[in-house]
């Protein structure tokens, strides 16, 4: 089964907690995290006269674009304030913007060993370790922790599933995501990544039931449009791709792939032969 381009999303300077969003990448379709979002509300006020004032130099370093000053700043403050935990994750946010991710995976650690009960912490570690690492063993066990902390979080299951799904345990990714599912049925993103895996394992008819289900709660995804109208013509049901295909073009007209999937389904080709014929053609 071909696995797609993997990268997570930007963290966002404003709670402790990483964005959610679900986009592509390169190619082809990119898996991206449910992350938490980084709140600069939730900020401390530092004791010491010293530490305010690197604390309030980091933040303005950071708001005016310089992320190497900002670095050097928090590491003055965490001089003076080693058990901050909002300034271990302000670190962590912008060594993972610099593509420093070994050590934005310590910033977390310092997180952990702080407040060993952070399951925000476990979460984000676990994103960072398959998402920028590739270490996905690492990154199954900080996320299943996350979980053990949390057992309610929908995002933590949906960001098992996305690690399953890199360690090509394809059935274990549909029991997370099930669970993702379950916590809150209005996840459109795990509907989507439950309807790909399906697609995957040829499971068709399961996988426009979940698709579907996600346009439904989402119908902005062009992907998802796209991907239904895939399905569809793999069982015969072509005027319904041709549908699918439009609604995605329509929402991403310059994505050639959708262009050249519905005029195919539109000219009557096969999609299969026509794949076939693109393979020869690059071989």
Not at 103 to 127: G, K, M, T
Request: aromatic share 8%; with cysteine; charged share 20%.
């Amino acid at each position: 089964m071909k696995m797609d381009n993997r990268n997570i999303q930007s963290f966002v300077p404003q709670a402790k907690s990483i964005s959610t969003s679900c986009n592509t990448l390169g190619c082809m379709k990119s898996i991206t995290f449910l992350l938490l979002a980084f709140c600069l509300a939730a900020m401390p006020s530092a004791s010491g006269q010293e530490a305010s004032y690197w604390q309030a130099q980091a933040l303005s370093d950071y708001q005016n674009g310089s992320s190497n000053l900002a670095l050097e700043d928090i590491d003055q403050y965490l001089a003076l304030e080693p058990d901050d935990t909002w300034a271990w994750s302000f670190k962590a946010n912008l060594l993972k913007d610099m593509n420093r991710y070994s050590e934005a995976v310590d910033s977390f650690d310092q997180i952990i060993r702080i407040d060993p009960d952070n399951a925000q912490a476990y979460n984000d570690r676990a994103l960072l370790l398959s998402g920028g690492l590739n270490q996905h063993d690492d990154a199954l066990d900080s996320i299943k922790k996350a979980i053990e902390i949390n057992p309610g979080n929908a995002n933590y299951y949906f960001n098992m599933g996305i690690i399953l799904e890199a360690q090509e345990s394809y059935d274990d990714a549909l029991q997370s995501y099930s669970q993702a599912t379950t916590l809150n049925p209005s996840l459109a993103v795990a509907w989507y990544r439950q309807g790909m895996v399906y697609k995957d394992l040829e499971k068709l008819d399961e996988s426009l039931s979940s698709l579907s289900r996600s346009l439904d709660l989402d119908a902005s995804n062009a992907d998802a449009w796209n991907e239904k109208g895939l399905a569809l013509m793999e069982l015969g049901s072509r005027d319904e791709a041709v549908s699918c295909f439009e609604r995605a073009a329509a929402i991403e007209p310059s994505n050639l792939e959708f262009q050249n999937n519905l005029q195919m389904a539109k000219g009557g080709s096969d999609m299969q032969t026509e794949r076939i014929m693109q393979f020869n053609s690059t071989s």
